[in-house]
């Protein structure tokens, strides 16, 4: 469905929905190229996939071409993409973990989280540890993905 037949359903007037995507797409910044070639080097060896509180508007951008000076889209740089609206679930609700493991499907204690909050780190961490499951190994990227860059580039990493 496109951004703005997600605006028609949803019952939003087109200046309205201008309103709305300027507001969202002004806190987007953009994502330096080196850092997704960097993910492009680690699909080379690993799965790569994306759990994102998103919603429609940010992933009208982020799925074309304007996404980066490669003319890529974000879906170039993952093997499979999960948003919060798609699932229908946000983190850090354990569902979307679940539902992300019971589709990749991955091995949560082979498996490295990066995010960029300490609340969503802990639940997909610990949530499945009293089940069937063990939880998802953990980091913030301040420290990990730095180390995980200087692994597959080698160097220093500013």
């Excluded at 987007?28 to 790569?48: C, G, H, N, S, T």
């Excluded at 994306?50 to 951008?61: A, E, F, R």
């Excluded at 069937?132 to 990493?157: M, N």
């Amino acid at each position: 469905m496109s951004i703005l037949s997600v605006a028609s359903y949803a019952s939003i007037p087109a200046s309205n929905y201008d309103e709305i995507k300027y507001a969202w797409m002004g806190f987007i910044a953009d994502v330096p190229q080196y850092k997704l070639d960097f993910l492009l080097e680690l699909r080379k060896k690993y799965k790569v996939y994306l759990l994102s509180n998103t919603n429609p508007i940010v992933q009208s951008w982020a799925r074309s071409e304007a996404f980066t000076p490669a003319g890529r889209p974000i879906s170039a740089y993952f093997d499979k993409m999960y948003t919060s609206y798609e699932v229908g679930v946000t983190k850090p609700d354990a569902a979307i973990f679940d539902r992300m493991i019971e589709n990749a499907p991955l091995i949560p204690a082979e498996t490295l989280f990066v995010d960029d909050a300490k609340s969503n780190i802990e639940v997909g961490q610990g949530h499945l540890s009293a089940g069937k499951r063990r939880g998802l190994a953990g980091s913030c990227p301040e420290y990990t993905g730095k180390v995980i860059f200087q692994s597959v580039f080698g160097g220093d990493v500013s």
